[in-house]
C-alpha cells in the first residue's frame, strides 16, 4: 500500500504526561473512517525537509462554541503518543504508511 496522506498539521498542542494532538488544516475525511483511539504508524514530513517515523492516536476533540446559539464542533485529530513528543511545525504533513499499531 503506497502512503496515504493523513492532514497537514495546522497547529500542534502538547498535553503534559500524554503527547502531542495535531489539528487537521482543513476537513480530515480520511480520519472517520478510523475507530477512537486507534494507533497508527505514521510519517512526519516537516516543511524543512526532515522526515521522522512515529504512533499516533485518532482521537476527537470537541470545541464550545463562541456564542450562546453556537453549540461548538467536534473534530477529529492526531495524537503523537510517544514519550518526549515535540510538537511539529504548522505545515507538516502526516502520512500513514498503512499500518495499525497494536499500542495498548
Known sequence: MNDQLLLRVR???GL????????PASKTP??????LHTALQIRLRHP???EESTI????E??????T???EGTTERVLLLTQEAASAPPTGTEVWW????????
Open 48 to 50: 524543512s525537509g526532515l
Open 16 to 23: 503534559t504526561g500524554l503527547g502531542v494532538l495535531l489539528f
Open 11 to 13: 497547529e500542534s498542542i
Open 56 to 59: 499516533a492516536t485518532v482521537e
Open 97 to 104: 504508511t498503512g499500518a495499525e499499531v497494536d499500542f495498548w
Open 68 to 70: 450562546h446559539e453556537d
Open 30 to 35: 480520511e480520519l472517520t473512517g478510523f475507530a
Open 61 to 66: 476533540v470537541a470545541r464550545p462554541g463562541h
